[in-house]
């Protein structure tokens, strides 16, 4: 990732001294020089999006990465026990709730402040369009959520209420909506290098806000078909466009420390013990003779499994017999293209062109939008293996497979199924948290077990709970929940509680 500009300040003392020592504020003690209450949106901007990144591309990447099925518990290790065993409590997210909101929520609101304020529309509209993307995270982890009234402190709004998920589901349309309409492709004032995701090119922000507001709709095609199926439509016949080849939204890293990809940092630092490739995705990329497991898994270096693409059953880790025999290098580990060891300058993920056309074929094939599902299914899987570096060949003898082709002749239900699998394995390693929330909406891939390791009986866990930092700080939280509780749109849960 590119070095994230700090505010520099320049050093003009003498200059000062000569010119304005007449004046009664020079020294006067309540401004602090080192700690500037302004600065230039250009320089928020690569913060807001590199901390964004730090947190979804590690803690949340993590949490999606065991709960979806990808990742699990090694058997020499015990940093993420606690996920495979279901026993997540309102202190272990606490630091990312506070992170979120206090750093790039808060960030991308000085920047839509600042940016109208100013004439910097393109500024304010990418702020508006990432405080969507933020909020929806927040909100499909925990349900009901500081909105509204949230970033709010300024004013004296310390205790913001909580508002509902439907409600902040409006508002997430309401803000993308408004982002859209603030983009001026014609301006010269926009984004440069500050930007991560599109260097500021404007119109493919527009194209990411609207992928972004179709996944949003398509989250509540259980719980709000009718609000959904008319968002949908709307977008289509307005003429809107999606992110394609080449356009995916991603902060990249790099081998320098300090810049390196958080995951990577992060397994470099507790142990590369601690997360192993889990059973339930390598033995489907398996069964499926997919190339792309040497990209999301790198293979094991012990006997007896040297040169094998291995995975532990879900949550068994610490349950294998003999364990004194066992060593985390006679399993799979995350592979270097996410982030794993030898990853320092993978990316981070926000939305990839794979997914943008998975959210269009499920459009496509529930009615709601344009074109062919098939030739959509088909261009989210090339899409997948074109992005990680394979090639198209490598794809068409993929694809080509009985239990890969699109089931022309299925059900809608097993055409969805299709794609929600498809979009599952395209996310492995890379975009966790979101193949773990589509589950949570679908229930696909229906191929998910109950961690040998549960704490909760036969169940999934499907949420987080509030952390304690706001139960005790914020007199508005609800009452707490169970990580067995729904989210709102979580009402066709094929396989889960």
């Known amino acids: 990732m590119r070095t994230i500009r700090k505010i520099k300040l320049a050093v003009l003392a003498i200059a000062l001294l000569g010119a304005s020592s007449c004046k009664k504020n020079f020294l006067d003690v309540n401004v602090d020089p080192n700690n500037p209450t302004q600065a230039s949106v250009d320089l928020v901007l690569p913060t807001a999006l590199g901390y964004a990144a730090y947190n979804l591309g590690n803690p949340y990447q993590v949490l999606g990465g065991y709960w979806g099925q990808v990742w699990t518990q090694g058997p020499t290790g015990s940093q993420f026990q606690v996920y495979d065993q279901y026993s997540i409590t309102s202190t272990n997210f606490d630091r990312q709730w506070v992170s979120i909101y206090a750093g790039p929520l808060n960030d991308f609101k000085y920047i839509i402040d600042e940016g109208?304020?100013?004439?910097?529309?393109?500024?304010?509209?990418?702020?508006?369009?990432?405080?969507?993307?933020?909020?929806?995270?927040?909100?499909?982890?925990?349900?009901?959520?500081?909105?509204?009234?949230?970033?709010?402190?300024?004013?004296?709004?310390?205790?913001?209420?909580?508002?509902?998920?439907?409600?902040?589901?409006?508002?997430?349309?309401?803000?993308?909506?408004?982002?859209?309409?603030?983009?001026?492709?014609?301006?010269?004032?926009?984004?440069?290098?500050?930007?991560?995701?599109?260097?500021?090119?404007m119109h493919l922000w527009q194209k990411f806000a609207n992928t972004l507001k179709l996944k949003i709709y398509l989250r509540q095609a259980y719980v709000r078909p009718a609000v959904a199926q008319a968002g949908i439509q709307a977008m289509y016949a307005a003429g809107a466009e999606f992110i394609d080849q080449g356009e995916e939204a991603s902060v990249p890293f790099s081998n320098v420390t300090?810049?390196?990809?958080?995951?990577?940092?992060?397994?470099?630092s507790v142990g590369e013990f601690n997360i192993l490739a889990s059973q339930t995705s390598i033995g489907s990329l398996l069964a499926l003779n997919d190339p792309r497991i040497d990209v999301f898994y790198r293979r094991a270096t012990a006997a007896p499994n040297t040169g094998n693409h291995v995975g532990i059953i879900q949550g068994m880790g610490r349950l294998l017999p003999n364990p004194a025999s066992l060593n985390d290098r006679q399993f799979s580990k995350p592979g270097p293209a996410v982030g794993g060891p030898g990853g320092p300058a993978a990316r981070v993920i926000f939305m990839s062109e794979a997914e943008s056309y998975f959210l269009q074929a499920e459009a496509v094939l529930r009615g709601w939008g344009t074109g062919d599902a098939e030739q959509l299914y088909y261009?989210?899987?090339?899409?997948?293996?074109?992005?990680?570096?394979?090639?198209f060949a490598q794809f068409n003898t993929y694809a080509s497979q009985v239990a890969v082709e699109y089931p022309i002749a299925g059900s809608t239900e097993e055409k969805l199924r299709a794609i929600i699998f498809q979009k599952w394995t395209s996310m492995c390693g890379s975009q966790n948290l979101e193949a773990w929330t589509?589950?949570?909406?679908?229930?696909?891939?229906?191929?998910?077990?109950?961690?040998?390791?549960?704490?909760?009986?036969?169940?999934?866990?499907?949420?987080?709970?509030?952390?304690?930092?706001?139960?005790?700080?914020?007199?508005?939280?609800?009452?707490?929940?169970?990580?067995?509780?729904?989210?709102?749109?979580?009402?066709?849960?094929?396989?889960?509680?």
């Open 438 to 497: 589509e589950w949570r909406r679908t229930g696909y891939p229906d191929i998910f077990t109950v961690s040998a390791s549960s704490n909760i009986g036969n169940k999934f866990p499907v949420r987080l709970l509030y952390p304690d930092s706001e139960v005790t700080s914020n007199p508005n939280t609800p009452p707490q929940k169970t990580i067995t509780d729904k989210v709102w749109w979580d009402v066709n849960t094929t396989g889960q509680n």
């Open 116 to 201: 109208i304020k100013s004439g910097k529309n393109n500024y304010a509209a990418v702020g508006k369009i990432m405080q969507a993307y933020l909020f929806q995270v927040m909100t499909d982890l925990h349900g009901d959520i500081p909105f509204s009234e949230s970033l709010q402190g300024g004013k004296g709004v310390i205790a913001p209420k909580f508002d509902s998920q439907q409600e902040v589901y409006d508002g997430l349309i309401k803000l993308v909506d408004e982002g859209l309409a603030l983009i001026d492709e014609n301006s010269s004032v926009h984004p440069g290098e500050d930007d991560f995701f599109y260097h500021g090119d």
């Open 258 to 268: 300090f810049n390196q990809h958080p995951l990577y940092a992060h397994i470099n």
């Open 379 to 391: 261009d989210g899987i090339a899409l997948s293996f074109l992005s990680w570096g394979l090639s």
